[in-house]
């Protein structure tokens, strides 16, 4: 069965640079949620797009922006990267929002800023 | 949200032993979903309990949730090499959020 697609898988970046990242919903899945995880850290919710809008916000900083597009993939852009900004960063979509909607998570695209 | 705590931090066990991991909350859980992540990998959905005093089992994996929706539980029996991982306990409350909040995870080591 298909999965979520994240890419890249890796990325290194220096600090003050940007990047992007990108997230291909498992298919018919509408729902995008973007999900920072630091060394031995538990996910932290960042944001997330039901049918193209943005749906929820969480601890996302204010130099990252996000979208979800037409086909539904969504992008996350980072700018100004700070070397806290290293950490895993997953995607995750579902069928419909809600917390009660299981989510799928990608691979993850691991993000070093040196 | 409010994050959900969970005990142990790390369990190490012996092959074949018993694992059990908890996740407690302050106040009352509209659900709770428990997720495993091998390390390197990412979190993937194990179940989700709704109902006060909700018991799921999946194989060796029985999962309860508390008379008072306070509390869950994730038990293994008899663990095996490919239990390895972080278990976590993830919330969301109905119409309050969107989104979920993991609890700190508990990561099973397991002794051959």
């Known amino acids: 069965a298909a999965g979520v697609i994240q890419s890249p898988r890796h990325l290194i970046k220096e600090k003050r640079e940007t990047a992007t990242l990108k997230c291909y919903p498992i298919p018919r899945h509408d729902t995008v949620y973007w999900y920072q995880q630091g060394p031995g850290q538990d996910p932290q919710f960042l944001i997330s797009f039901y049918e193209k809008m943005q749906s929820d916000k969480g601890s996302i900083p204010d130099r990252f922006s996000a979208q979800q597009f037409s086909d539904y993939h969504s992008e996350l852009n980072m700018s100004s990267l700070e070397l806290g900004d290293s950490a895993l960063y997953f995607c995750a979509s579902s069928l419909g929002t809600g917390g009660r909607e299981t989510q799928y998570f990608g691979p993850g695209t691991r993000l070093l800023v040196l | 949200g409010q994050q959900v705590m969970q005990i142990p931090q790390y369990q190490h066990v012996q092959e074949g032993e018993d694992f059990t991991t908890y996740c407690n909350s302050s106040t009352t859980l509209s659900n709770i979903q428990w997720y495993k992540q091998r390390p390197g990998g990412h979190p993937v959905f194990l179940i989700q309990l709704v109902k006060s005093g909700e018991v799921k089992k999946q194989k060796r994996l029985t999962f309860q949730f508390g008379e008072a929706k306070k509390n869950s539980s994730l038990h293994i029996t008899a663990t095996q090499t490919t239990d390895v991982g972080t278990y976590f306990c993830?919330?969301?409350?109905?119409?309050?959020?969107?989104?979920?909040?993991f609890g700190t995870g508990t990561r099973l080591t397991i002794i051959p």
């Open positions: 993830a919330r969301w409350e109905v119409d309050v959020d969107e989104k979920l909040t």
